[in-house]
């Protein structure tokens, strides 16, 4: 075969030849590697290239996940024994590895000469969780109907992608950042060996949803990530202000001293993995509900993010990506759910709940919504409370951000459609639209129903549309505005659709002068 030379399914990478397998019009190679094994003296490091290999490898499964704890585990909440099958999502990795920087593509029409938009997956868990490899993020529908090429990327998270011992050598310099520079990694992959798949190396959109959402903002503000992507989708997640190295510096020293390994760099490579998870796992200070997260491993300040995403944003270190941001309506019910006196709380019961999240801003923070929002339940009030503060409001700050650094076109959007809770409103909480915008709802009941064509020619069509044209438009939905700082525009994702300017107004006002918690990631 001669350079990217399609045969049989048979496509040649800088590191050797691939074979995926073709159903129903889509090609799907799965557990492509990117990058070479991280475990021992890979740990901490930025990734290095792929072994190379002889022959054609089958890369019909997907490759190993990273070792790490279980979404429960991270949530410190029960998970519902239903949420696999009805979001055909995971609740924990079914193999791991840390031999796990690799990717998945889905592609309508391998060969040089396509050139398709390419999209780029990036998962959720909220830096500590997750994979490519769940049912959800199987990319064959979004790849058939959208006429793109799409990848979904592996990499390292929790302790493994973001324990910073940059103090034990030049070498780890940058180990706080190796999970959002295996990213890059798996960009500059894209860029080297897309074509051969039928993708276009210079239409690369990065999307991701939660955890993914604050790997996308991260991205924005690192100079590594420039001309490796040009259109970027922010949705329910986002991180503005990245780990400073002494904060950074209380969790490592917390491992370290659990491990008993001193400041030996070998042993930290010899290390069993599970000894690192464990730690991690039993982190001082880490989460005691789901809405507070309390001590992670998340992105550090360092030579690849030297500035917070923020303040890189707004100077315009990726001021040429085309940008979507966005959340749902009711994020945070997803997180709320376990509290058992949710229903039936009061406001004594909501502010209760505010403090250990909201510290001295909660007192003041409840007395402006309930001034402004006087027909509201306290249940109302602690989902939108904790939404504007986790979600919506950051969100609406990276746009914010983007345009003032003279960022090119940016657009904002909510997703409104939803279910009945108990009391009869309408509540679309954390997660349920992505089934729409992948085009999945064959692998997710929870998505199913009369509305489902509507919102998935609106969502999945926006993000195709932003692939192909850079702009989110589409037939379904009515004409979508840029955003400005003067008009505001958002896109309401409901049945049907309609543009408001300006929605959350009042709440940026109420929270002036406060930071909320969402800006340091989900």
Known sequence: MKGNEVSKGEIKTIAGTVRGVETDGV??????????????????????????????????????SVPQMTIEQMLGVPVREEAESLMGTHSYERV????????????????????????????GGGWSTGSASWPLYDFSNLARHGNVVAVGINHRVGILGFLDV?????????????????VVSALEWIRDNIAGFGGDPGSVTVFGESGGGAKVATLLGMPAGRGLFH???????????????????????????????????????????????????????????????????????GPSLPQHPDQAIRAGVNADVRLVSGCTH????????????LWTLDDVGVLDRLRPFLGDDAERLFAAYRAGRPDDSPTTMIIAITTDAAFRLPQISLADAHVEGGGAATYVYEYRWGFE?????????????????FDNVD??????????DDLVAMMSGALVGLAHTGAPD?????????????????????????????????????????????????
Not at 47 to 56: D, E, H, I, L, Y
Not at 101 to 116: E, R
């Open 27 to 64: 090609w799907a190679f799965k557990g492509v590697p990117y990058g070479a094994d991280t475990s021992g003296d890979g740990r901490f490091r930025p990734a290095r290239p792929p072994q190379p290999w002889t022959g054609v490898r089958d890369c019909v499964e997907y490759g190993p």
């Open 96 to 123: 791991m590895g840390e031999d796990c920087l690799a990717l998945n593509v889905w592609t309508p029409a391998v060969g040089a000469d396509s050139a398709l938009p390419v999209v780029v997956w990036l998962h």
């Open 166 to 182: 940059s103090r034990l050598g030049d070498e780890f310099a940058d180990s706080g950042n190796v999970g959002m520079l295996d």
């Open 231 to 301: 259109k970027a989708v922010a949705m329910s997640g986002s991180m503005l202000i990245a780990q400073e190295p002494a904060d950074a510096a209380i969790n490592t020293d917390a491992v370290l001293e659990r491990l008993g390994i001193g400041t030996d760099t070998a042993k930290l490579a010899a290390l069993d993995v599970a000894a690192l998870i464990e730690a991690e796992v039993e982190l001082p200070g880490r989460n005691a509900s789901g809405l507070m997260r309390g001590r992670v491993f998340s992105p550090v300040l």
């Open 330 to 341: 009711d994020e945070t019910l997803g997180f709320l759910f376990a509290d058992p006196d």
């Open 421 to 437: 809770d108990p009391t009869g409103r309408v509540v679309a909480p954390h997660g349920t639209d992505m089934p729409y915008w």
């Open 443 to 452: 692998v997710a009941a929870i998505a199913a129903g009369p509305h489902a």
């Open 474 to 522: 589409n037939p379904a939905l009515p004409s979508w505005p840029p955003y400005t700082l003067d008009e505001r525009a958002m896109m309401h994702f409901d049945v049907p659709a309609r543009i408001e300017h300006d929605s959350y107004g009042a709440e940026r006002e109420w929270w002036s002068g406060i930071v909320p918690p969402g800006f340091r990631g989900s």
